[in-house]
Nanobody, 119 residues
């Protein structure tokens, strides 16, 4: 059984910063791509940032230049540093990971953490 547990969400004023963390645990042989998605009320879930095992990153246009994704392949963690937060960044943020258990690879999602940037 694999679990992704997020932490670090909360309420911050516009212009402020937050750091999200996500830890994977369970039967893990290795982790391929890890990333963060978000979903605001009434909107579709969208990609925030992704990172490969080798460290290649990609970002959604709305956050490019403000957010930074990083990972630790030993600790099986992924972090999202969010700077210059805007009210439109308010959403539930979900961690995701493609995890291989030595037999097959499956995609897993965390339970989500609320981020609110107030104007």
């Amino acid at each position: 059984q694999v679990q992704l547990v997020e932490s670090g969400g909360g309420l911050v004023q516009a212009g402020g910063s937050l750091r999200l963390s996500c830890a994977a645990s369970g039967t893990i042989f290795h982790i391929d791509t890890m990333g963060w998605y978000r979903q605001a009320p009434g909107k579709q879930r969208e990609l925030v940032a992704g990172i490969t095992r080798g460290g290649n990153t990609n970002y959604g246009d709305p956050v490019n230049g403000r957010f930074t994704i990083s990972r630790d392949n030993v600790k099986n963690t992924v972090c999202l540093q969010m700077n210059s937060l805007k009210p439109e960044d308010t959403a539930v943020y979900y961690c995701t990971a493609s995890i291989n258990n030595s037999s097959y690879t499956s995609d897993y999602w965390g339970q989500g953490t609320q981020v609110t940037a107030s104007s």
